[in-house]
Nanobody, 121 residues
Framework: QVQLVESGGGLVQPGGSLSLSCAAS????????MSWFRQAPGKGRTFIAT???????TYLDSLKGRVIISRDSANNTVALEMNSLKPEDTAVYYC???????????????WGRGTQVTVSS
């Protein structure tokens, strides 16, 4: 079994910063891309950023300059730093990873359960 668990969400004032973390655990043979998505109330899940196993990053254009994605491959974690937060950043933030099973080495997509980020004064 493989699990992704996010942490670091909470209430932040407009203009503030927040760091999210996601840890993968379980029967992991390898991890490919790791990404962050978010889902605002009443809207669909949208892409924020991704980082490959080699460290190459891609960001949603509208969030470039306000978010940074990073990963610690030794510890199977991915982080997202966000700054200059706005009320419209309020959403549930989800971690995603492409992971190979250590027993079968088949690749599958995994999602965390999400962590709530609320930007409000």
């Amino acid at each position: 079994q493989v699990q992704l668990v996010e942490s670091g969400g909470g209430l932040v004032q407009p203009g503030g910063s927040l760091s999210l973390s996601c840890a993968a655990s379980g029967s992991i043979g390898g991890i490919g891309a790791m990404s962050w998505f978010r889902q605002a109330p009443g809207k669909g899940r949208t892409f924020i950023a991704t980082i490959t196993g080699g460290g190459r990053t891609t960001y949603l254009d509208s969030l470039k300059g306000r978010v940074i994605i990073s990963r610690d491959s030794a510890n199977n974690t991915v982080a997202l730093e966000m700054n200059s937060l706005k009320p419209e950043d309020t959403a549930v933030y989800y971690c995603y990873a492409r992971i190979a099973s250590s027993s079968t080495f088949t690749w599958s997509d995994y999602w965390g359960r999400g962590t709530q980020v609320t930007v409000s004064s």
